[in-house]
């Protein structure tokens, strides 16, 4: 197995070394779905490509401005009315994993569920391991607390030295009940903590889900059932608090869609995939309250770091210029 460093270790922007394949169900869609994670060039982010729409048509890049909806998974699209259902999932692994540029081949409208988690994506990814590039990755710092409310919801993003994310859920009458997780996003805690908590949902609601053109291709394979007091899946749990879990997973998927990491604390009741998307209108409607700047320069803020030695030709200037300030 490949080295990985996760989340915010790397100083230089990391690509995948070779290629991955997934084959699976859309959650929502029920289709089977092929996809591939390529490498990609350094400064280009994260990339979809619908393969099975017109030539020209298929980009769609995972940017907050880009989701469409968020009834239960978050959508993204384009122009000319291209859509990518469930994007969270593989956000939340490729940023957990420390991967910046890469492209995203997939040959229908949704990303495969899976198992419901992140950890198949993790895995692979683990198996063909990243490699460093030459330019330098670059960060959102958070300076001055942003928040939304929806109702009783919030999610409030402040200032901090390392990625964090803190959730708290309450589905009282049932087995999930209330749970509050806080997760310093460092070193293997996203492998460790967060990848392999799997999504969930409720029996009383399936009907109505259904009815609405969601969950044709959810299963107790790709999903945990929760009905009233008991969980349905034979093999139970892998976390005692796996739903409070996977709520971190699907707030580092949307969140993943800033484009760059987001270094502050993420302070979140009852968050959904439209509260985190309200959230990042929020961030980039505050330029105020945070800066762009690349990781080193954040390092030697904190005092700590070094300029790394390979940078790109724009980049040095910009190094020369700080030092010479």
Sequence with gaps: MHNIQQGFSPVMQRTLRSTICYVGIGLHSGHKVSMRVRPAEENTGISFIRKDVPQGQGLVQPRWYNVVDTQMCTVIGNEYGT?????????????????????????????PIMDGSSGPFVSLIERVGTTDQRAERRVIWIQRPLAVRAGEKFAL????????????????????????????????????????????????????????????????????????????????????????RHKILDCMGDLALAGVPIIGHLYTYKPGHELNNALMH???????????LAYSDWQRLLGQGETPAASTALELDEHESYANS
Excluded at 100 to 109: F, H, Q, R, S, T
């Design 83 to 111: 859509t990518i259902s469930t994007v969270e999932h593989l956000m939340a692994a490729l940023s957990g994993c420390g991967v910046d540029n890469a492209i995203v081949e997939i040959d229908g409208p949704e990303v």
């Design 157 to 244: 993003l402040m200032p901090a030295d390392s990625p964090r994310i803190t959730v708290s859920i309450n589905f009282p009458g049932s087995a999930v009940r209330s749970q509050t997780l806080s997760v310093e996003l460092v070193n293997e805690a996203f492998r460790r903590d967060v990848a392999r908590a799997r999504t969930f949902g409720f029996a009383d609601q399936i009907e109505r889900l259904r009815k609405n053109g969601l969950i044709k291709g959810g299963s107790l394979r790709n999903a945990v059932l929760v009905d009233g007091e008991r969980i349905v899946n034979e093999e139970g749990l892998r976390f005692q608090d796996e739903f409070v």
């Design 282 to 292: 929020k961030l980039f409607d505050s330029v105020s309250a945070w800066s762009y």
